[in-house]
């Protein structure tokens, strides 16, 4: 085994290189909600922080949409550069870009008049939604930055240029934060804004980190040969569609996955309000790790798509390979990590005592699905590197919501378990969808690689 790692070792080496600003990048998207939990949940108190627990289970689940729509691109981009087809990189590049400011006007209308009808009708803590309402507005406005700067970040990740991305991220967050404490205790003169501060401190943070992606890649001289072709004003249809045909089922695959969360959530709310925030305290904590194998995924997706494109199966199973190793040692750590320190962890978050003992154990049932999220993820992403997007696509759909959310609901309110028995059954959807998608793989390598090159151990 010890042998076989070390065979291994330029893989593991090549794809952590790649993944670990990817990483951070990814995890950059949750950080800006858990920013705001956390500052609510310490300076504003227990209703608005079940608010921002509403306003995310909805939100979230128009963000992940348009957050797949754009990572339509990065395979594509991958598989071209892969064959060194620079004019066509950027003329992916130029339709993206398009598509993706039309999907964040469709989605912004959508949060308009749909996300707050939702939750006048969901049966909430009418307080809960009061509160919720002008956070949502306002954090429903950076759909369309946030849409430009992926555009070009998942261009330059499909290039393998991931630290630049990960650094506008960072410093993103940390305006954020500053911004967004600033607004909600109202500081230098300023009225505290509650709530409706931490979205107005997103929407600048956006707003800026489209502004430097965008010119870093319109600009930079490693992307002079792929800049020579573009042009905005270049529509092709046909390529927009191609972009799609990835980007429509990423989306939904992410819809199902965050959806059954966000549903999850809205279980949790019919509870009570003291459990939908313990529920979104421990779900926070949970996303950041899921964030980050997500980064483990993506590279996956670069390194397998490099490879399929210039049909080198060999690599391609390698690095499926190395990533799944990868990510179940990362995941392995986090779930000890939630198990040792539960009774600790929630206080990022809380600081409303009830709230943080339901927490602490719903981080114990997160220890568990820790592995299967990881894995699941991954699986996603070596898929969509060989261009493989509808089935996982029906696997999604079926492991959370047909096994995975009714089960919850079943646990948690018709059993009376309540909100541990909600997370029960989000455990149970990330275990099918976990095997499901490795079984899918595992057909795909088989039946559509070249048969000399398949790996006979994987």
Known sequence: MLQKIK?????????????????????????????????????????????VSLVHSVFMV???????IAYGLTPLIAQENGRQNYKECAKLL???????????????????????????HADQDPEVVKTAKPYLLILSLSIMPLMVFNTFKQFAEGLGFTKQAMNITIWGNVLNVIIAVILVKGMFGIEPMGVRGVGIATLVDRILMMIVMAWYVLKSKNFKRYMDHFSAKFIDFNRVKQIFKIGGPVAMQYVFEIGAFAGAALIAGKIGAVEQAAHQTAITLAAMTYMMASGIASAATIKVGNAYGNKNFFRLQKFATVSYHLVLIFMVICAIIFAVFNQYLPYIISKDHEVVVMASQLLIIAGMFQIFDGTQVVGLGTLRGMGDVNSPTFITFFAYWVI???????????????????????????????????????????MKLPRHQIMING
Do not use: C
């Open 7 to 51: 065979s291994n070792k330029i893989y593991y080496l090549s794809t952590m290189a790649l993944a670990g600003p990817v990483v951070i990048s990814q995890l950059g998207h949750t950080l800006v909600q858990t920013a705001d939990t956390i500052i609510v949940g310490h300076f504003a108190g227990t209703i608005p922080l079940a608010a």
């Open 62 to 68: 128009v963000l992940v949409i348009g957050l797949g």
């Open 94 to 120: 130029s339709n993206s870009f398009w598509l993706n400011i039309v999907s964040a006007i469709l989605l912004f209308l959508f949060v308009f008049y749909g996300s707050m009808f939702a939750m006048e």
């Open 404 to 446: 995975g959310l009714p089960t919850a609901y079943f646990l948690g309110i018709e059993l009376n378990i309540g909100v541990k028995g909600i997370w029960y059954g989000l455990t149970l959807g990330l275990l099918t969808s976990s095997i499901l998608l490795y079984f899918r793989y595992r057909y795909m390598v088989m």
